[in-house]
């Protein structure tokens, strides 16, 4: 099974500003098999990103997504008060389970 | 449009059984794979497993295999998740969502349904 580690757990930082989010894997995950979703208080996750760096559906610009093998970067180039929320990677590229990171919750500063 | 529309909260005794749903629309259902995932209260999100309703396979995370019992109606659209047992430790918001394909992100979401084990 892939263990996913999301660093930092908590980030503060003021709208304006630019996020960077981490995902380490215990194994290299293939092909890029590796997705971004953002959960609010009370609200289903929403899928960001796929394949590591492809936006999904009707996600802003500002979100963008890179890396491969075991590292893997969710960027969000400049916060929009609706963007403080918390943030899961989740790697599907080898047999289920297809594990997701803990969490990152990204907070206003 | 793509909806997933889950069955409401539930309050259950430790022991008893329970079935929860999840009905998909806008969509072919028999060709999308439908998962699962478990948020325990203040927690992170768990992949339970998956279903293919076309022809049922399933799929489970080691952590839940022989704990839950997912199955699919195609004739319905609908998935389930269901328990023979319940324990305190279930208490839970659990979600579905589809999966395209066996590996593939969950790209639409149910709004969840919160299960609640208490004595």
């Known amino acids: 099974e892939i263990v996913l580690t999301q660093s930092p757990g908590t980030l503060s930082l003021s709208p304006g500003e630019r996020a960077t989010l981490s995902c380490r894997a215990s194994?290299?995950?293939?092909?890029?098999?590796l997705g971004w979703y953002q959960q609010k208080p009370g609200q289903a996750p929403r899928l960001l990103i796929y394949?590591?760096?492809s936006r999904a559906t009707g996600i802003p610009d500002r979100f963008s997504g890179s890396g491969s093998g075991t590292d893997f970067t969710l960027t969000i180039s400049r916060l929009e008060p609706e963007d403080f929320a918390v943030y899961y990677c989740?790697?599907?590229?080898?047999?289920?389970?297809?594990?997701f990171g803990q969490g990152t919750k990204l907070e206003i500063k | 449009e793509v909806q997933l529309v889950q069955s409401g909260a539930e309050v259950k005794k430790p022991g008893e059984s329970l079935k929860i749903s999840c009905k998909g629309s806008g969509y072919r259902f028999t060709n999308n794979w439908i998962g699962w995932v478990r948020q325990m209260p203040g927690k992170g999100l768990e992949w339970m497993g998956i279903i293919y309703p076309g022809d049922s396979d399933t799929r489970y995370s080691p952590s839940f295999q022989g704990q839950v019992t997912i199955s699919a109606d195609k004739s319905t659209s609908t998935a389930y998740l269901q328990w023979s047992s319940l324990k305190a430790s279930d208490t839970a918001m659990y979600y579905c969502?589809?999966?395209?394909?066996?590996?593939?992100?969950?790209?639409?979401w149910g709004q969840g349904t919160l299960v609640t084990v208490s004595s």
């Open positions: 194994q290299s995950v293939s092909s890029s098999y």
């Open positions: 394949g590591a760096s």
């Open positions: 969502a589809r999966q395209p394909m066996v590996r593939g992100v969950m790209d639409y």
């Open positions: 989740q790697q599907y590229g080898s047999s289920p389970p297809y594990t």
